[in-house]
């Protein structure tokens, strides 16, 4: 038992000193031992064993005043990588980060939605090639984290429902078992919701992520954690009704929110008379610099529908961050103090003062929130 707790201590100050390092520019043995409470004895151990495995390197030998000059280490952030995939209905973006968490290189490749063997191929072929273009190997690869636009069983690493891959019940995990990494499936608004979290300055304990795209999902973070459900299936406000027998939803029932606020729902409700075709959220957006009268009427409808769904939600869970991001950032960044002011028309119960509502900071933040997920993972202090 002795051993079994000595190796954990040992564990935990190794990762602890890892992700100091991870912080800071350079630093010296001493000054980790101050900011950590650990032994100069335990730092010195640490620091020579993983100078000799490559994660810490010296930089250089700085004046001191009398006795011996103090030598400074920093992270070898090639020592190793983390890779993040997104499938979206129409891409499959990687990023490749490395240990101090910058993007080191990306791919977006267009894919034409032909089975999700087909896609399960391209994610391979393009993952081996990010690698190989930056001359990594497999075993400098932390793991991998996928984001789907789907309900995801994340402990098996399960596709449960996507619409667009009509993929039910497919177990995307076990299909990149023979790379031996560890690899993380999760839901896109998660992981979003998850990136915003590490990424703000402010220590937060809650935060909800409104993700929209072609769809509407929700990521929730109670008390710093992932909220995921009994069954996986939490943060489905995309299909919490608002009109009694309503608008058709992609899921097959009537008066879903995402049907009246998806980016496909903008489009559609533009194209309604067929007066002008347009595309997509861009060419929307674009209607809207025009002062296009139809586009803002949409628009202003659209963003009461939004902020009733928000509302409710900040009803049930009275989080005091909101963000909003997706593929709508553009759209709604002037429009956040219209939002808020909807929200809190008929909601007496939450204080708006209390409530930070704002449009995301990242774009593709999913991306980067399933590039993080091996380095958290490794770096998981227990
Ligand atoms: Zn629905």
Redesign the pocket.
Known sequence: MIDINHSKIKETNRKKIISLLINEEEITKLEISRKLNISITTVSTNITELRSEGFVEEVRSLESTGGRKAISYKLNEKCKYSVGIALTPKHIKIALVNLKKTIVDTIKIRHNNEGIEKIIYLIEENLLKILKDNGISLEKVLGIGISMPSTVDFKTGTIKNCYFLGVKEFNIKERFSHLNLPVYVDNEANLSAYYEFLNRKEKLNNLLYVSITEGLGLGIVINRNIYRGDNSASGEM??MKIVIDGKE???G?RG?L??YTSTNALIEEYNKDESYEITDIEEFEEKLVEKDEKAEKIMEKYLGTLSVGISNLIMILDSNSVIIGGDINNLLANKIEIIRKNIYRNNLFTNENNCNVSVASFKESYLLGAAMTSIEEFLEIR
């Open positions: 995309g299909h939803c992609k899921c029932a879903c995402e049907a």
